[in-house]
């Protein structure tokens, strides 16, 4: 199983450089290869759109959202199951990215578990 988890790209994209390292190794332990990018912009100009098998986005960053690049990727037919992670993010939110298609809509601070099964779930569709 972690042969195959290492064989799919989980991106990471937040602009709190703690937050990131702590997902970067959190991923890296449950045996998972993972990027971290810290603005949308970053991943967008990566190239490895086409690529990852699982986004986790916060929603809000600075320049483009974690929600604005949800709906680009799609517009750009770039399906990859995304989990959300946010400090700020209420009910009424969840439930917009969620009808959006998001795998999934987490509030900081969350479940290191809880999003590894997120992760472990996006991965299987």
Known sequence: ????????????????????????????????SSRVFASAE????????RTTACLIADVRMPGMSGLELFGKLNDDHCGIPTIFITAHGGEKMRMEALRAG??????????????????RAALET
């Open 42 to 49: 970053d991943f967008l100009s990566s190239g490895l759109q």
């Open 1 to 32: 199983m972690v042969i195959q988890a290492k064989a799919k790209l989980v991106a990471v994209v937040d602009d709190d450089e703690l937050m990131r390292n702590a997902l970067h190794g959190l991923l890296k332990a449950a045996g998972y």
């Open 102 to 119: 998001a795998a999934e809509f987490l509030t900081k601070p969350f479940d290191n578990t809880v999003l590894l099964q997120h992760v």
